[in-house]
C-alpha cells in the first residue's frame, strides 16, 4: 500500500511538471487592485480646494454665462447636463455646470503628451467599475497654472499631471458630495 501511495505521488508530480521534469507553468497571482480600491480618503481629511459657491439655477441653452473663473465650479448653467463620458473636445461650461450640480466630476486637461492623455483616459474609464460612473473628460485649451484640474460643485484640484492617487482621492472625497445641489441625480 505504501508503495502504491509514493508511485502515485511520483507520477502526479511528473505530470505537474511534465514528463521532461520541467517546472510546472506559473500560476497567475491575484490580479492588481483597481486604482479606485487603492487610495482612500481619511476622516476629516481635505482634498481640493473649496470654492465660492454661486447659485444653481437655469438658463435658456444658448446664453453664456460669464463664470468668475475657468473651468467653473459652480453657478447659472442650461438645462440638459452633457453625457457622462470621456471627450476629445471641449464641451461648453453651461453644460458641465449642469453636471456638477448632480453631483458629478468634471476633469478637464490641457498640455498633456499623448502617453499622459491616455494614461489619464485610462484612469477615468477604470472608475465605473467602482460604480464612480458621473466623470466628464474633456480637453479645455485655455488652461493655465495647470495641466488637470479636477471640479466638483464647489471645490477644485489643479495638477500638473495625472496623479493617480490625487485624482482618485478627489473623485472619492466629491463624488454626489454634500455640497452639490442635487447629488445622486443620474
Given at each position: 500500500?505504501?508503495?502504491?501511495?509514493?508511485l502515485?505521488?511520483?507520477?502526479?508530480?511528473?505530470?505537474?511538471?511534465?514528463?521532461?521534469?520541467?517546472?510546472?507553468?506559473?500560476?497567475?497571482?491575484?490580479?492588481?487592485?483597481?486604482?479606485?480600491?487603492?487610495?482612500?480618503?481619511r476622516?476629516?481629511?481635505?482634498?481640493?480646494?473649496?470654492?465660492?459657491?454661486?447659485e444653481?439655477?437655469?438658463?435658456?441653452?444658448?446664453?453664456?454665462?460669464?463664470?468668475?473663473?475657468l473651468?467653473?465650479?459652480?453657478?447659472p448653467?442650461?438645462?440638459?447636463?452633457?453625457?457622462?463620458?470621456?471627450?476629445?473636445t471641449?464641451?461648453?461650461?453651461?453644460?458641465?455646470?449642469?453636471?456638477?450640480?448632480?453631483?458629478?466630476?468634471?476633469?478637464?486637461h490641457?498640455?498633456?503628451?499623448?502617453?499622459?492623455?491616455?494614461r489619464?483616459?485610462?484612469?477615468?474609464?477604470?472608475?465605473?467599475?467602482?460604480n464612480?460612473?458621473?466623470?466628464?473628460?474633456?480637453?479645455?485649451?485655455?488652461?493655465?497654472?495647470?495641466?488637470?484640474?479636477?471640479?466638483?460643485?464647489?471645490?477644485?484640484?489643479?495638477?500638473?499631471?495625472?496623479?493617480?492617487?490625487?485624482?482618485?482621492?478627489?473623485?472619492?472625497?466629491?463624488?454626489?458630495?454634500?455640497?452639490?445641489?442635487?447629488?445622486g441625480?443620474?
Amino acid at each position: 500500500m505504501h508503495r502504491r501511495v509514493s508511485l502515485l505521488l511520483a507520477s502526479l508530480t511528473l505530470v505537474a511538471c511534465g514528463a521532461a521534469g520541467t517546472a510546472p507553468a506559473a500560476v497567475a497571482g491575484p490580479t492588481e487592485e483597481p486604482p479606485a480600491l487603492r487610495y482612500g480618503v481619511r476622516p476629516g481629511e481635505v482634498v481640493g480646494r473649496k470654492t465660492d459657491q454661486y447659485e444653481a439655477r437655469h438658463v435658456a441653452d444658448g446664453v453664456r454665462v460669464p463664470y468668475p473663473s475657468l473651468p467653473p465650479t459652480s453657478g447659472p448653467h442650461w438645462a440638459v447636463p452633457v453625457q457622462w463620458s470621456t471627450y476629445d473636445t471641449f464641451q461648453p461650461w453651461e453644460r458641465t455646470v449642469h453636471n456638477l450640480e448632480h453631483g458629478g466630476i468634471v476633469i478637464v486637461h490641457n498640455g498633456l503628451t499623448p502617453t499622459e492623455t491616455l494614461r489619464l483616459r485610462d484612469l477615468v474609464f477604470s472608475l465605473p467599475s467602482s460604480n464612480l460612473r458621473k466623470i466628464v473628460l474633456m480637453p479645455f485649451p485655455g488652461l493655465q497654472g495647470a495641466r488637470v484640474v479636477l471640479t466638483a460643485w464647489a471645490w477644485e484640484s489643479r495638477l500638473q499631471g495625472p496623479d493617480e492617487e490625487a485624482i482618485v482621492k478627489f473623485v472619492k472625497a466629491h463624488y454626489d458630495g454634500p455640497d452639490a445641489p442635487e447629488p445622486g441625480v443620474p
